[in-house]
């Protein structure tokens, strides 16, 4: 989320750059933090690059859904964007005990969240050899499209917006 959040700060109505932006950060951000879990602490035994590869989805879909909202509504998606991922989608991911351990609807709410589809994919890679990765990764995916649509939605709003411009036209005072 803090990607979305320095991006729009730094970045305001560069909506292209933003989504650059998010989608390197989330990229780069996976392939360190999968460093970090697997060499520096020991957490998963599992092939790194499988790894790596699942959690830039979790990071992305996290930083498309905040920069989309952020996009379209102001810097109140912002706070809506902190308050479904860290106060909504962290408590119903599962991710300290295993999402089974949720009571019923939250367990499976949160696995549609992207935290918790994040978290999901990391376990079934780290130690299931990839199985039942496909629903949170199809769930993660579905996250950056949504936060890409908001995105499409606030460029065209302010296509709209923006005052016609005369044509430049050589010769012509």
């Known amino acids: 989320m803090i990607s979305a959040a320095l991006l729009s700060l730094t970045m305001k109505k560069r909506y292209g750059l933003r989504v650059i932006g998010s989608l390197s950060f989330s990229v780069i951000a996976g392939f360190l933090v999968g460093a970090i ?27 498309m859904f905040v920069l989309g909202l952020e996009s379209l509504i102001g810097y109140a998606g912002l706070g809506l964007g902190a308050v479904l991922t860290l106060f909504v989608s962290n408590p119903l991911s599962g991710i300290a005990t295993g999402w089974q351990w949720l009571p019923s609807p939250w367990d499976m709410i949160g696995q549609y969240l992207p ?25 993660l995916i579905v996250w950056v499209l949504i936060g890409l649509g908001f995105v499409g939605l606030a460029t065209l709003k302010d296509r709209k917006a923006a005052p016609p411009q005369r044509p430049n036209r050589p010769g012509r005072a």
């Open 115 to 139: 935290i918790g589809a994040a978290g999901n994919a990391a376990r079934s890679v780290g130690f299931f050899d990839g199985a039942g990765a496909t629903h949170s990764v199809v769930t």
């Open 37 to 63: 879990l697997q060499f520096g602490f020991g957490t998963f035994d599992a092939n790194y690059w499988e790894l790596s590869l699942i959690l830039p989805r979790g990071i992305g879909g996290t930083s």
